[in-house]
């Protein structure tokens, strides 16, 4: 109340507010304490897309098929993946995601192997590494790019359309504190994905 001066009231609402988001745990007579973070609490409280779910969510059966995945040194013209590479080595994975048998979406992501060093020891033959990061990495951060962008011959024959085919390109960062964790870019096909965010206003 006395940094932000404000009421007991706004600082009790903004507090239950984070107890249902799971981010604190309140005990009666002993006080607030922040949750010990884990996948699920980050997720919750960024919301970042989960491709199996969204696929069940509308309704199809999901399946995932792994392209390619490879140890490789960063691309130099490329600065992120110099970032996520801190002993010069990153985890490079190609993946297609798909509902009902058909493509759904087409990812590319890289993996700081020295923030996720379990990962070395996956080969993601069975499962997405998206899923398999939120199950078991915490992350704090993460940013979005979104952009709609015409497919090219490699990625449409991939997705199973003809080149120059729109498509929306969600490009995401993730870090732990100050750690990079990993970078990814999905390819979903124009007419098949949308996006919906769920806003309220904020009161004084």
């Given at each position: ?66 392209i390619s995945r490879k140890l490789r ?132």
């Amino acid at each position: 109340m006395a940094q932000y001066q404000c009421s007991r009231m706004t600082v009790n609402k903004v507090l239950s507010l984070l107890a249902e988001k799971g981010l604190i745990e309140r005990r009666r007579r002993v006080g607030s304490f922040v949750c010990k973070p884990n996948a699920t609490i980050e997720s919750v409280a960024l919301d970042i897309p989960h491709i199996p779910v969204d696929v069940a969510l509308r309704g199809h059966a999901y399946s995932y098929r792994l392209i390619s995945r490879k140890l490789r040194k960063p691309a130099k013209s490329i600065a992120h993946e110099g970032e996520l590479a801190p002993e010069g080595i990153l985890i490079a994975i190609k993946c297609l995601h798909l509902a009902d048998g058909k493509p759904f979406a087409l990812e590319s992501r890289v993996i700081n192997p020295v923030a996720v060093p379990a990962a070395l020891d996956e080969g993601f033959s069975d499962q997405a590494p998206g899923s398999w990061l939120l199950e078991n990495i915490p992350w704090s951060r993460a940013e979005h790019h979104i952009k709609a962008v015409n497919l090219g011959r490699r990625d449409a024959s991939r997705l199973k359309v003809p080149a120059g085919t729109a498509s929306l390109r969600i490009a995401r960062r993730t870090w732990l504190g100050k750690t990079p964790i990993t970078y990814v870019e999905q390819m979903f096909l124009g007419d098949s994905y949308d996006l919906v965010a769920h806003f309220r206003p904020m009161t004084p």
